[in-house]
């Protein structure tokens, strides 16, 4: 898995709701997202800026994050993004604190790979699900989770529970289609023919 480098600045937390919602509207108003990292015990509140998750939020990769909040380091993953609903500007950033010995849950990017059977018989090849949720530790996760679809032909299709990855556990529901061969006019054209 790649990794990328974020900086971000400590934040205090109001007591009261109303002082901190000023809080964060001052903080987004600054050109900077409220953060908070979870999973190391105790919760971290942070700002960072807009510039520096930009690659991290806008790309299809995933990455292991080397955070470093005031100079101190700790490796984390991407939990969730908030974006406003109208102007898709990011609202807040939850991050995961990375424990080597414990395994993360985390959503890998799907590659079909190969030229499928039913293609060459005038299908069209689709993919349903661009991400699969996987369970394993952090550092076996790959950057991509590859589907060989040489076999698929006509009108099949790829399920969850057909694939199996080394020390993975995907943890989509089973029958979910990940990539099928759909029949085209074409095909259906070519199969009534009899060619």
Known sequence: MKSIEIKGT??????????????????????????VLYGGGKNIHFTVT???????????????INLDIDGKKVNAILKDTQFHPVKDTILHIDFYQIDESKPIIMEVPVQMEGLAEGVKAGGKLTLQ???????????????????????????????????????LTLLNAKDAVVCAVKLTRAARGLAASGK
Not at 10 to 35: F, G, M, T, V, W
Not at 55 to 61: K, M, V
Not at 129 to 141: D, E, H, T
């Open 10 to 35: 400590e934040r205090a937390i109001a007591e009261h709701s109303s002082d901190q919602s000023r809080a964060l509207k001052a903080i987004r108003k600054n050109n900077s997202i409220p953060c």
């Open 50 to 64: 807009n510039e520096a998750v930009r690659n991290l939020i806008y790309t299809p990769h995933i990455y292991v």
């Open 129 to 167: 699900m661009r991400k699969l949720k996987v369970k394993a530790l952090y550092n076996v996760i790959p950057e991509k989770l590859v589907v060989s679809v040489t076999h698929l032909g006509l009108g099949k299709t790829v399920k969850v529970g057909e694939l199996s990855y080394d020390n």
